[in-house]
T-cell receptor, first 111, second 115 residues
């Protein structure tokens, strides 16, 4: 079935460092792709999305490009802040409006 | 605009008690989802509704769990009797009707602790 795979393990980095979180997907057809962010004590929020191949989603300095050739949707940010510390989930829709989520990556930004 | 509203935000109760979690979806959204999040298993879809009708409850762990959606603006998730292993954060989410590729909008969750 349709699914997404995120890289294993938490990510710890210093403020102003470059962040990359990998996400690859398996899907029939060409669904939209999403990145969600979960701040401590809160629900998941949509961070950005891309609806077709080669689309770039962007928000709050984060970007992700829908790459059909490599079936990837990696999340990047050029200069992270302490406030970016959160858990990040890659997701794609399948079935009747369901979402398949990756396992999530905890990002910790150290001042 | 009001987002998805869940109550209570925190619930602590003793094993064996009945627990009721509540959710108000975003107005106009026809899909409603209940999720459970734990460190061990991550985010799990328990059940979802379309136009107040349960579509798939295969994620509900046991008969102790039940969910209802009596109208378009309210849903409940009940656990009876509760057990310590039910301790988790429970999220409700909603999305626009019938539109594939629509994102889901999450509430802030109910943190449930069963002693």
């Amino acid at each position: 079935g349709d699914s997404v795979t995120q890289m294993e393990g938490p990510v710890t980095l210093s403020e102003e460092a470059f962040l990359t979180i990998n996400c690859t997907y398996t899907a029939t057809g060409y669904p939209s792709l999403f990145w969600y962010v979960q701040y401590p004590g809160e629900g998941l929020q949509l961070l950005l999305k891309a609806t077709k191949a080669d689309d770039k989603g962007s928000n709050k300095g984060f970007e992700a490009t829908y790459r059909k050739e490599t079936t990837s949707f990696h999340l990047e940010k050029g200069s992270v802040q302490v406030s970016d510390s959160a858990v990040y989930f890659c997701a794609l829709p399948w079935g009747n409006n369901r979402l398949a989520f990756g396992k999530g990556n905890q990002v910790v930004v150290i001042p | 605009d009001a987002g998805v509203i869940q109550s209570p935000r925190h619930e602590v109760t003793e094993m064996g008690q009945e627990v009721t979690l509540r959710c108000k979806p975003i107005s106009g959204h026809d899909y409603l989802f209940w999720y459970r999040q734990t460190m061990m298993r991550g985010l799990e879809l328990l059940i979802y509704f379309n136009n107040n009708v349960p579509i798939d409850d295969s994620g509900m762990p046991e008969d102790r769990f039940s969910a209802k959606m009596p109208n378009a603006s309210f849903s409940t998730l009940k656990i009876q009797p509760s057990e310590p292993r039910d301790s988790a954060v429970y999220f409700c989410a909603s999305s626009l009707k019938g539109a594939f590729n629509q994102p889901q909008h999450f509430g802030d969750g109910t943190r449930l602790s069963i002693l």
